[in-house]
């Protein structure tokens, strides 16, 4: 009689480990999710931003001839809202004819 209690008192351990190693396990996948959505969208953000600013030189250049000086030209002049905060941002004037170098690098934070 006091095997069968004790098998089924393991029985009821075993039971508590799996649940506690499935709630673990579901809260790795929920972080691992999270944090995969976020860089997703973190590179999504700098991506529009690259894309805001190429339009605005492009359009630059199709009005005046020649593309802007810097990204503070764009701001002033064309409207240009950049997020300051989240990302730093790299404008290499080449020549009045040609593609500046645009680059939109994301902060650590």
């Known amino acids: 009689m006091a095997r069968v209690f004790s098998k089924k008192k393991q029985s009821g351990s075993v039971k508590l480990f799996l649940f ?8 790795i996948l929920i972080w691992y999710v999270a944090s995969t959505l976020g860089n997703s969208q973190s590179r999504e ?14 359009q630059c250049y199709s009005l005046e001839g020649r593309y802007p000086p810097s990204i503070e030209y764009l701001e002033e002049y064309y409207g240009l809202s950049l997020d300051r905060d989240n990302f730093n941002f790299y404008y290499r004037p080449i020549g009045e004819n040609m593609m500046p170098d645009i680059r939109v690098i994301p902060l650590v934070n």
């Open 20 to 27: 506690v190693v499935a709630v673990i396990a579901a809260l």
């Open 45 to 58: 953000s700098e991506r529009i931003a690259k894309e805001a600013i190429v339009r605005g030189a492009v």
